[in-house]
DNA sequence: CACATATGTAAGTGTCTCTAACTTAAGCAA
DNA sequence: TTGCTTAAGTTAGAGACACTTACATATGTG
């Protein structure tokens, strides 16, 4: 009878029991189903059961709730993207295609979510943590492109053959969610270009 | 005094005059000011001196006015384009460099605009006229992707090199507006990549 | 148990989108 | 000109939302 406290969900701090976590949670499953602006903090209340007063005792304002949602979702896409790259040795070519495959299946997965994070960055300009991420995500990528071209993560030509392999498969993320312009590319083209991108980044032999 | 009516100011309709014209311009520059999700029809509305009611006697609601606005902004890219592409001949690798530059410089020019254009299409699913222009923009770059390749623009190749091409130049335009990941890349490295790109498309020679 | 604090609620403010009902300006027909 | 129709504006208000203030209650601690 003592310990009912850790007895119901592990977690559960207070009276409802890890409010934030839940707000964070309604918010990532809202803005897939309503869309990146389409969704509310209200909304996300309701869905916690909570007064909409409620997310102001964990958080400062609206941008400070999707910050962190935001922040949840980068640590997802780097989750996402080390497994991809420790899927394969480091001269692998499959190494840097599956790479970029990952970040374009995350962007397939939660489009909504990825919207936000890349483009809707109203609120999220001095965030360390998110900083840190991002970098992280980066390095990563540097990384795989440096390791594909036997020289070190920071040389220049690893960095540029990064940013430039990071730039085409964002683009690419982009116009598939959009499919204003693209018809939708099928996974198999998608697979070679992919594939073809590595290809184009020089090796050392 | 019979010709009043065109003495003002060529296209005054009404009492106001233009009051559509001047609500998109109004957006138009309310998004670059206050951002892509900060800024609100009401304050268009100030910026135009008629009330918050006035716009639904021009269009059916927020999503048909940021349509619009869009439909503008896609019409202005498209010139942009065109003049990038016109400036330089068929052959020359210059020219789609100066392609991806200009798509690189208006995302540069109207941040605001461009990530409406391409980061929050939720009212702009079935618009034809966005289509249309949507459409001429990816024939245009097909074009100088068969031009620069010596085939016909409709030939496989040439599309998916202007796919990719576009991804890369895509991507590259968000992760400049967002500096959060990508340091702002200088103006010479930037010309440098663009560059690059076109010399990774085959040529006929 | 008393107390400080963490976490919730109810109620209210200001803003926003959008609607309904009303008013006025413009063009047109006789 | 007069009078009708319609286009383009207004005011007033409903409903939603972000956020604040004041209040209530649960929790853990000394």
């Not at 979702?73 to 295609?97: F, N, S, T, W």
């Not at 900083?131 to 540097?142: M, Q």
């Not at 594909?148 to 085409?168: E, I, T």
Request: glycine share 8%.
């Amino acid at each position: 009878m003592s310990d009912t406290k850790s007895l119901v969900q592990a977690k559960k701090n207070y009276h409802h029991g890890d409010l934030r976590g839940q707000l964070l949670e309604a918010v990532r499953e809202l803005v897939e189903r309503e869309g990146p602006d389409g969704f509310s903090i209200a909304e996300a209340c309701r869905l916690a059961g909570v007064s909409t007063a409620a997310p102001y005792k964990h958080f400062t304002d609206r941008h400070d709730i999707l910050r962190s949602a935001v922040l949840l979702a980068m640590e997802r896409l780097y989750a996402a993207m080390k497994i991809a790259a420790d899927a394969h040795p480091p001269g692998d070519p499959a190494r840097v295609a599956a790479l970029g495959q990952s970040y374009v299946d995350f962007a397939k997965a939660e489009p909504g979510m990825f919207r936000i994070m890349f483009g809707m960055t109203e609120g999220q300009e001095d965030c360390p943590e998110l900083s840190g991420v991002g970098e992280a995500c980066k390095l990563l990528v540097e990384q795989v492109a440096g390791d594909h071209m036997g020289v070190p993560h920071d040389h220049p030509s690893a960095v540029a053959w990064a940013y430039a392999l990071w730039c085409f498969v964002h683009g690419h993320s982009f116009l598939q969610m959009d499919d204003k312009l693209a018809q939708k590319v099928p996974p198999e083209q998608e697979a070679r270009m992919l594939r073809m991108v590595g290809e184009v980044i020089p090796t050392p032999s």
